[in-house]
């Protein structure tokens, strides 16, 4: 299926409803929907299913950001196998054996390495003793998850030209930190407009509020896909 565009569409809720309901409104502007914590932990696999099964031709972001010794990651990403998202997230700190993990157990899934947090800014990485430039400390994780053999990245915005330098064309970068212009950043810190993120080397710009709270969801989603046409 080719992509209506490049936005993966946030839907951090736990309701059912408002989901299914956000998913209708934007079908003509996305095809990606992300499906975080929130949904997951409420209603795991079975909702997850019930989307799927709701909406056959939509792709599934299981940003679920696993870290944990390997044996309970490669356990966790085999007992989300059957739905087979196309993307599912780990945290690339998680080390090379946890990442390569995940990946055994999951052939048809894009395993996606989260590298730094967009919430953190140098400050906090400096008091939790972390390089302090989020891209050095980003293209560090970044490199090692791609040997374990990860497809995908999580970056900010800011790291993504020089990831996308660092690591090549073949490797999928996902932006989340992005909002339009005017919007506000709420409670991200390095932050970039739509059009931004993608010039900056991203494949993919995750975003959720700017849309899901919008007044008119179907409205907003078209005006930010038709930005970045």
């Not at 730094?116 to 972390?130: D, I, P, R």
């Not at 506000?184 to 993608?198: F, G, L, S, Y």
Request: with cysteine; aromatic share 4%.
């Amino acid at each position: 299926m080719k992509d209506k565009s490049p936005i993966i569409l946030a839907l951090d809720t736990p309701d059912v409803s408002s989901v299914m309901a956000i998913i209708e409104s934007t079908l003509d502007s996305i095809s990606i929907y992300k499906i975080g914590l929130e949904f997951f932990l409420a209603h795991g696999k079975p909702g997850v299913k019930s989307i799927q099964d709701r909406f056959a031709d939509i792709d599934i972001f299981l940003d679920l950001k696993l870290h944990d010794i390997p044996n309970t990651v490669a356990g966790a990403s085999a007992s989300i196998a059957e739905l087979q998202p196309r993307f599912l997230t780990v945290h690339a700190s998680g080390g090379n054996e946890m990442v390569r993990a995940a990946v055994l157990q999951l052939p048809s899934t894009s395993v996606t390495a989260v590298t730094v947090l967009t919430s953190l800014n140098e400050q906090e990485l400096g008091h939790l003793g972390l390089p302090r430039d989020p891209a050095e400390l980003a293209i560090s994780l970044g490199r090692r998850a791609i040997e374990a053999g990860s497809t995908s990245i999580v970056c900010s915005p800011l790291e993504a030209a020089t990831l996308r330098r660092a690591l090549g064309e073949s490797v999928t970068i996902i932006t989340p930190g992005v909002r339009p212009e005017n919007s506000a950043k709420e409670d991200q810190n390095r932050v970039m407009t739509p059009h931004e993120a993608i010039a900056q080397g991203a494949n993919y710009d995750v975003i959720g509020r700017p849309i899901t709270h919008a007044p008119d969801p179907k409205e907003a989603a078209k005006k930010i896909r038709n930005s970045l046409l």
